[in-house]
Nanobody
Framework: QVQVVQSGGGLRQPGDSLTLSCVAS?????????MAWYRQAPGKERELVAS???????KYGDFVKGRFTISRDNDKNTARLRMNALEPDDTAVYYC????????????????WGQGTQVTVSS
């Protein structure tokens, strides 16, 4: 079984910075193809914030505009999202997603979501 546990989040003022972290844990993980951050604001659909493959390819939502940076440690199965120049529109629940998880001795792939963490940007 694989779990994704998130940390970080909270209340910030416009222009502040914040870092979110997550770790995928479980027995026999040997590769996670993609780790990503999504967010969902009240009344809106969940949207991609940023993703990074195990090979280092990244993708960002259009709204990021260079303000956020995703990073990951493949050996530790961790991912981070550094968010700068936060705006009130960044207020949402942020979710970490580990996709196409491969495990020794197991066939197939797993997709696992983190528990979500609230980010509120308000003056």
């Amino acid at each position: 079984q694989v779990q994704v546990v998130q940390s970080g989040g909270g209340l910030r003022q416009p222009g502040d910075s914040l870092t979110l972290s997550c770790v995928a844990s479980g027995e026999n993980i040997f590769n996670i193809h993609s780790m990503a951050w999504y967010r969902q604001a009240p009344g809106k659909e969940r949207e991609l914030v940023a993703s990074m493959t195990s090979g280092g390819m990244t993708k960002y939502g259009d709204f990021v505009k260079g303000r956020f940076t995703i990073s990951r440690d493949n050996d530790k199965n961790t991912a981070r999202l550094r968010m700068n120049a936060l705006e009130p529109d960044d207020t949402a629940v942020y979710y970490c997603h580990a996709a196409d998880i491969q495990r020794f001795g197991a066939s197939g792939f797993l997709d696992v979501w983190g528990q979500g963490t609230q980010v509120t940007v308000s003056s």
